[in-house]
């Protein structure tokens, strides 16, 4: 498992040991701040799973975080939020959140867009 959640100067550590073959790993973990500020690196792997803790974060599709979360290249995507209250399923995307949409279709958009972009 790769723990990608440092200063920059680690985290370009981090990339450069895993481009030299010095770092491998299965999982990888992140923090949304961490993500935003390396989202190339990430855009540049091709991950099996992506997985959102905390998917309200994505509701609002005018974000920095919900632009740069879009072009990610993974197999399936999963969405998660605190608690596990409404749950979707289809063959690839399942999204399970805690937090209402609050009866608003823009919010609802945000995380449909991201799950079918």
């Not at 073959?21 to 993500?35: K, L, P, Q």
């Not at 803790?53 to 920095?64: L, P, Q, R």
């Not at 072009?71 to 749950?87: F, M, Q």
């Amino acid at each position: 498992m790769l723990r990608f959640h440092a200063q920059q100067n680690e985290r370009t550590r981090l990339k450069l040991a895993v481009r030299d073959g010095d770092i491998t790993f299965d999982i990888c973990v992140t923090t949304y701040e961490s993500y935003v500020a390396e989202d190339g690196w990430f855009k540049t792997r091709r991950w099996t799973y992506v997985v959102l803790d905390e998917g309200h974060k994505i509701k609002n599709a005018e974000t920095i975080v919900a632009h740069k979360l879009q072009g990610i290249g993974s197999l399936y995507r999963l969405g998660k939020s605190k608690t596990c209250e409404n749950l979707s399923l289809t063959k690839h995307v399942v999204v399970l959140t805690g937090t209402p949409v609050q009866n608003n279709l823009v919010e609802l958009w945000g995380l449909l867009h991201w799950l079918y972009p």
